[in-house]
């Protein structure tokens, strides 16, 4: 079992800048691959970005990519996502997950089915 807890969410001009934290416990955290996926009003869940084990590999999708950087320190189980130039499309409940397969270095996910243990999510609202 691994639980999960993010923060950081919040309210931030167009422009803006956040940062979200996902802390976990549990069983060994550099045991599982880690994500974040969003999920606004009215929309299915969506990828935003996965970190492979030992921080080798990210996988962004095309709207976080050149704004938004995942990492992880294994050393406090926490996986981080940097937000930058945030948009109002960017505004979701965030959410992180934890992925224990395992296949060869780097292998990531980007279907929320995938993973294995959810946190509760954290709201970021964008306002233009």
């Known amino acids: 079992q691994v639980q999960l807890v993010e923060t950081g969410g919040g309210l931030v001009q167009a422009g803006g800048s956040l940062r979200l934290s996902c802390a976990a416990s549990?069983?060994?955290?550099?045991?599982?691959?880690m994500g974040w996926f969003r999920q606004a009003p009215g929309k299915e869940r969506e990828f935003v970005a996965a970190?492979?084990?030992?921080?080798?590999?990210?996988l962004y999708a095309d709207s976080a990519k050149g704004r938004f950087t995942i990492s992880r320190d294994n050393a406090n189980n926490t996986v981080y996502l940097q937000m930058n130039n945030l948009k109002p499309e960017d505004t979701a409940v965030y959410y992180c997950?934890?992925?224990?397969?395992?296949?060869?270095?780097?292998?990531?996910?980007?279907?929320?089915?995938?993973?294995?243990?959810w946190g509760q999510g954290t709201q970021v609202t964008v306002s233009s």
């Open positions: 970190i492979n084990r030992n921080s080798g590999t990210t």
């Open positions: 997950a934890a992925d224990g397969a395992f296949y060869y270095v780097g292998f990531l996910r980007v279907t929320s089915g995938a993973y294995d243990y």
């Open positions: 549990g069983r060994a955290f550099s045991d599982y691959a």
